[in-house]
Antibody
């Protein structure tokens, strides 16, 4: 059974850097074809994809947020970390991490399952 | 403004059928697989359909997916009150990024 859980601060101040950790079990990020993605959802709004890291450390970012995002993995700890710099109140959202099932084609993606999400509020 | 266009809301009576459309372009839906996600109130999204029309284990066959050209459709038959949720389509885009639709709120009248 695959599970993922997000952790990190619930409140950050404007201009600060947000660091979120996704801790997972039931799969290994060293397995060929696997990946982990980050998605966020502002209150009452739609899902927004942020980043994806593949088994071979290849990374993809949302074009609109690329300059602010960094995704890394620690295979030994079964963790993926997302950092987002220069936080703003508009970044207030629930942040989810999700498993990208095994596929050798990097454009062949879907997310299953998802973590429960963590609400991050940006306020001074 | 989402890259993929979905109707903001749809509704139907219990037992009826509903379809939710997802419109894109040759940069995304036209050349990539589509997946669909169900988000029940207050919960994380859940995969319903992947590879345009495949259901993960545990997803009832009341849920179906199809794709034609640059559009995809999610179909739900035998509507139940428990199907009331937000539904999102998603796919890969040639900008080397994943994109979601704006979401559709399903109301079972």
């Amino acid at each position: 059974q695959i599970t993922l859980k997000e952790s990190g601060p619930t409140l950050v101040k404007p201009t600060q850097t947000l660091t979120l950790t996704c801790t997972f079990s039931g799969f290994s990020l060293s397995t060929s074809g696997v990946g982990v993605g980050w998605i966020r959802q502002p209150p009452g709004k739609a899902l927004e994809w942020l980043a994806l890291i593949y088994w071979d450390d290849d990374k993809r970012y949302s074009p609109s947020l690329k300059s602010r995002l960094t995704i890394t993995k620690d295979t030994s700890k079964n963790q993926v970390v997302l950092t987002m710099t220069n936080m703003d109140p508009v970044d207030t959202a629930t942040y989810y991490c999700a498993h990208r099932p095994r596929s050798p084609n990097r454009m062949h993606n879907w997310f299953d399952p998802w973590g429960q999400g963590t609400l991050v509020t940006v306020s001074s | 403004q989402s890259v993929l266009t979905q109707p903001p809301s749809v509704s139907a009576a219990p037992g009826q059928k509903v379809t939710i459309s997802c419109s894109g372009s040759s940069s995304n839906i036209g050349n990539n697989y589509v997946s669909w996600y169900q988000q029940l109130p207050g919960t994380a999204p859940k995969l319903l359909i992947y590879d345009n029309n495949k259901r993960p284990s545990g997803i009832p066959d009341r849920f179906s997916g199809s794709k034609s050209g640059t559009s995809a459709t999610l179909g739900i038959t035998g509507l139940q009150t428990g199907d009331e949720a937000d539904y999102y389509c998603g796919t890969w885009d040639s900008s080397l990024s994943w994109v979601f639709g704006g979401g559709t709120k399903l109301t079972v009248l």
